[in-house]
């Protein structure tokens, strides 16, 4: 491994591994995703875990493996969005296997099971199963078919492999303890019946295997050699060992820590399906919410995701990460690598009168301060230019230093101008205001030294493009989104204002060429890329983050 490498205790217990020869020396690990839904920025932390493992030692392997054990919730638009998010985090996806490629294996080990006298075929109700299977402080109650005897068992599985049973008629189980203090050893169901077109396999079967029964099998036939998973599998890992043990296979070593939670976030799957379907977002890549493809089409780089992974680290124990942590990753990776460029979302005109009509001029400006490599641009200066209206105020008190009648500011890359008479309309707003420039300041700076606080960016009206902005905030309003009122739902906790759609901004001639993927600073406004939807007739604009934590200030 790399010297900079920062540890933890899995990375700890894998060069233990490797030094004492276990494995024959190999690392392999994989990144198991269900392919029923978008995945999440808990995902990520996995993600990098896993891959970043493979990367740092040597010849190590780490697979990209679909969990496809459940054709009701799985489709293929799933399987490539998680494919893309993966590359997309930069890591290599060229082992991409599924656990539906081990249908076979998974049935003839669980025949192997019946065999051994250690699974059986049970007759009742999902409802029966759940009520005999007693509590942490009642055993269960045994089941009536449970000393069925071999012959019967491997028929009727057989039977419902051949499609002669209905969904919920009858399952296989585990024959274990129905007394045991932890509950997943009380007799689990391996097999259920489920009549459903499998996105891969068709209707090849009828039967699926249950998540506890094909997760330890799955690492074992590929080989796994450290199965990491998050802190919920920790009480079903003795399971998976019994599994493994019974059939006397390879056995992979399973490693627990805390999976990655933000605040003011949900990362149900679940719930996140929820608010697609019921459309309080417009879909999984909807820039509010927590999946990859969301922050990725918001702006969001991988570098800034996995630089918030390395910063939590790895831990024991489950904790709840400010996501203001993450807007900070962002932040620090966008300054270094987003071009500046000038666009005024809410336009006041500005005239020249000194500044000849008709007359445009080409100024220079860095793309990047940031990165000299990233060149320089020109940028129109025209008599008529647009700027923010919050730059001016009339009556301005002594700390204002941006416009007002008889004060000068500085143009960002331009000249000094002063305002000297403003124009209202019928209503009494302010429409337009007439300035004079210096044209010893081009550049923004004098030879005599007088000394200008404001800067304000703008844009020149004859070459200004117009497009919609869209500001986004966080989709929820609570620190906890899952924690509601009694009768209420999570959605309750949805923010009215997470999206503020601004139009006819005007933007810098060079952003009418800005492309998808691409890093801009609006200068003064905050960091932005281009939409999906952005068309060269209707630009549109995501709004990644503000330049500082305006957030967190709002909720203090």
């Given amino acids: 491994m790399a010297d900079e490498i920062q540890s933890n205790f899995i990375r700890e217990i894998i060069d233990l591994d490797v030094e004492q020869g276990k494995n024959d020396g190999r690392v392999h690990t994989r990144f198991p995703p269900e392919p029923n839904g978008y995945l999440h920025i808990g995902h990520a932390k996995s993600i990098c875990l896993n891959f970043g493992l493979a990367n740092d030692y040597e010849g190590a392997k780490c697979n990209l493996r679909f969990d496809d054990t459940n054709p009701v919730k799985e489709e293929d638009e799933y399987v490539n969005s998680i494919i893309e998010d993966v590359k997309w985090l930069g890591f290599n996806t060229d082992n991409i296997l599924y656990a539906s490629d081990y249908f076979e294996k998974m049935y003839l080990y669980a025949v192997q099971l019946i065999q051994q006298g250690k699974a059986y075929v049970d007759d009742q109700t999902p409802d029966e199963i759940r009520e005999s299977r007693g ?30 049973f209905q969904n919920g008629e009858k399952v296989l189980r585990a024959k274990i303890d129905m007394a045991s203090p932890n509950l997943n050893f009380r007799d689990p169901i391996m097999y259920r019946i489920l009549r459903a077109a499998h996105h891969r396999t068709g209707n090849t079967w009828c039967i699926y295997p249950m998540y506890d029964w094909a997760h330890g099998l799955e690492d074992s036939i590929e080989g796994i050699t ?24 390879h056995h992979p070593q399973q490693i627990e820590f805390a999976r990655l939670n933000l605040n003011y976030t949900i990362m149900s799957k679940r719930k996140l399906k929820q608010l697609v379907d019921e459309g309080h977002v417009s879909g999984w890549d909807d820039p509010r919410m927590p999946t990859l493809s969301g922050f990725r089409r918001k702006g969001y780089s991988p570098e800034s995701i996995r630089e918030l992974c390395d910063r939590v680290g790895v831990a024991k124990r489950d904790g709840i990460i400010d996501i203001a942590l993450l807007e900070n990753c962002v932040r620090e990776d966008l300054n270094k690598q987003s071009q500046r460029v000038m666009a005024v979302l809410d336009p006041l005109k500005v005239v020249i009168t000194n500044y ?50 008889g004060r000068e500011v500085r143009l960002k890359h331009a000249y000094y101008i002063t305002c000297n008479e403003v124009i209202k309309n019928n209503e009494g707003e302010v429409v337009e205001l007439r300035c004079t420039y210096d044209p010893k300041t081009k550049g923004g700076w004098s030879d005599d030294g007088r000394r200008v606080k404001g800067t304000l960016h703008w844009v020149s009206i004859p070459h200004a493009v117009d497009a919609e902005i869209f500001q986004y905030e966080h989709l929820f309003n609570v620190e906890n989104p899952n924690k509601s009122k009694e009768g209420a739902s999570f959605t309750d906790n949805i923010n009215p204002d997470s999206l503020q759609i601004i139009r006819g901004c005007k933007l810098e001639p060079s952003l009418k060429d800005a492309k998808l993927g691409g890093y801009y600073q609006f200068l003064r406004n905050g960091y932005y890329c281009v939409d999906k939807n952005s068309t060269s007739d209707k630009l549109i604009f995501n709004r990644t983050a503000t330049l500082r934590d305006t957030w967190g200030k709002k909720n203090k």
């Fill in 135 to 164: 509590t942490l402080k009642s055993p269960g109650a045994k089941s009536p078919f449970r000393n069925r005897t071999l012959e019967e068992n491997l028929q009727l599985f057989e039977d419902m492999r051949d499609g002669k």
């Fill in 226 to 249: 450290h199965s990491i998973c998050t802190l919920e599998f920790q009480d079903h890992r003795p399971l998976y060992d019994w599994f493994l043990d019974q059939l006397d296979v």
């Fill in 356 to 405: 000849p009509e008709n007359q445009f001029e080409d100024l220079e400006a860095d793309n990047n301060p940031e990165n000299e490599a990233d060149g320089k641009r020109t940028i129109p200066f025209s008599n008529e230019l647009w700027i923010e209206k919050s730059d001016f105020m009339e009556d301005a008190p002594k700390k204002f230093f941006r416009l007002s009648e």
